[in-house]
């Protein structure tokens, strides 16, 4: 029912809408604005001078909407209508103009919708993708116009981030209000916005830009010292550490410590799980249908109301891992989660036909009709995400008949790259098996 995700699927754009013009300081350049979901999108989104396509993977329900929502791409995306179509980069080495902004003006969004712990979160996992990448040997600089989009859309994120620590927040957005301004409807470069913010405050950024925009590396330490500086909530997560002996994690679970450290106990020393764990919200419980895979009988019923939960990535893992450590039950938990199809692409309703197939004496008259069932995920009707998910199952079930073996080989011709690698690196193992 598409009226259900109706509201989950746009919640907050007029929220983000109204925030963007009063952060950035400038109206809506533009008469309208409207977002279209696509079917089988190459991308998450895509902005275009007054509209936004994004993929249907984010039409989502209400419980959908925790898994996995538009609220970053939705701000991301509306952030480009100043920071790419109003000014626009005159070349690829300025591309970080385009997606550093929209990138640090959508965390700025989340932070105004959920807080200053979620932005700090989301600024901290940013850093360590970044460190990462240094780590693998492909850094880049942010002025670099072969650079990667991690380069572009992260780092430049952070360059501004770092900028308006540098400078202060009046300044910035004083600078930034000027350079719109001034650019409307104009090609543009770094020189043109680092130009205002010198003129704004009497700075010299040379030395900046040698850290943030001509160096390859990315500074992790200076990262990491600002947000410890600024967020109480890193300092506790960071100091959460479960592999010393003399541990305290199993204390400090039952603290009152943010829902990511806890989550990062529990993936941690998953052992340590025990009845009152089960009363945090559905985001520590997440983690705990999703690290505990061995479930005591004293912990069984807590277990089972994972099933439950408002988060269709925790009804999966839980259906699993029932599925698995209670035999005797498996007939009771399928037919619990018989009606229930999860996300966009079908993870719990995939999940429960592979294992209806593999309980061998559950509702046997039923087993062709979830064996076709599975076999039509795979053709040309479902999503791309539906599709790899079937063709991934049958593949590991070795139950790829003709029918999916056709639907593989027609998936080379598919118009979505993701599915095209998928279908030839599957199909070029089974040749060689």
Known sequence: DDSARYEPTYRYSK??????????GVAYPWQNYKQVPLHDFLYAGMENTGATFFSNEYVVDSIGFNDRNYVNVNAHELAHQWFGNMVTETSGVHHWLHEGFATYYALLSERFLFGDDHF?????????????????????????P???????????AWTLFMLKELVGEQLFKTAVKAYLVENRFKNVSTTDFLGQIEKSGEFDL????DVWL??????IDRALDVLTQKSVF??????????????????????????????KIISQVPDLIEEVD??????????????????????????????DDPSYITKEAALYNLWINFPDDRPHYLNKMSN???????????????????????????KEEVFNELIDYTSVASNVSVRIRAFSYLIMLNACDEQCMSNLKQAKDHHNWQLVKFAKDELAKLEKE
């Not at 072969?146 to 430049?156: A, I, M, N, Q």
């Not at 001509?214 to 500074?219: A, G, L, N, V």
């Not at 100091?239 to 450290?261: G, H, T, V, W, Y």
């Open 15 to 24: 929220e983000i809408f109204d925030f963007l013009e009063y952060e950035i």
């Open 120 to 144: 700090y979160w989301k600024l901290y996992e940013s850093a360590l993708s970044l460190e990462q990448q240094d780590l693998g040997g492909n850094n880049t600089a942010l002025l670099n």
């Open 146 to 156: 072969e650079s990667t989009s991690l380069t572009f859309y992260e780092k430049g």
């Open 206 to 209: 040379d030395a900046f830009a």
């Open 214 to 219: 001509r160096s390859d590396d990315f500074p």
């Open 234 to 263: 890193i300092n506790e997560y960071l100091m959460i550490d479960c592999d010393p002996i003399n541990s305290k994690c199993a204390e400090q679970l039952r603290f009152p410590i943010s829902d990511q450290a806890k989550i």
């Open 278 to 307: 089960f009363n945090n919200n559905w985001k520590v419980r997440q983690a705990i249908a999703l690290n505990l895979n061995k479930i005591s009988p004293e912990l069984k019923p807590y277990y089972e109301s994972l099933l």
């Open 340 to 366: 229930v199809f999860g996300l966009n692409d079908l993870n719990v309703r995939m999940l429960w036909l592979v294992l209806h197939l593999n309980t061998v004496d559950y509702q046997v008259d039923k």
